[in-house]
């Protein structure tokens, strides 16, 4: 059964920097996209950003310059540094993971076969 856990989210005032972290537990899989989502209540899950094992990577408009995903395949881990942080950057993140290459379906949260429990961001003004 594969579990993906987060940690390293808090809160920090705008202008600052955190770093999500996600490992894959039991993930056997040789070929996989993993990525971060973000939600915040009453708004539909939406894509943050993804990277799979071929070096392929994505971001949304709204974080691209000030967020970076990175992918350490050997520990199964994925990264989400985010710089340069809004009040409107302020969710819960969540990881997510399929065992394919990420492409431009990726975007849509019905795609992933697993997701982690989620960690709060929160960026005050």
């Known amino acids: 059964q594969v579990r993906l856990v987060e940690s390293g989210g808090g809160s920090v005032q705008a202008g600052g920097s955190l770093r999500l972290s996600c490992v894959a537990s039991?993930?056997?899989?040789?070929?996989?996209?993993m990525g971060w989502f973000r939600q915040t209540p009453g708004k539909e899950r939406e894509g943050v950003a993804f990277i799979d094992t071929a070096g392929s990577d994505d971001y949304a408009d709204s974080v691209k310059g000030r967020f970076t995903i990175s992918l350490d395949n050997a520990e199964k881990t994925v990264y989400l540094q985010m710089n340069s942080l809004k009040p409107e950057d302020t969710a819960m993140y969540y990881c997510?993971?399929?065992?394919?290459?990420?492409?431009?379906?990726?975007?849509?949260?019905?795609?992933?076969?697993?997701w982690g429990q989620g960690t709060q961001v929160t960026v005050s003004s």
């Open positions: 039991e993930y056997t899989h040789g070929t996989y996209c």
């Open positions: 997510a993971a399929t065992g394919y290459d990420c492409y431009s379906g990726s975007w849509s949260s019905t795609w992933w076969e697993y």
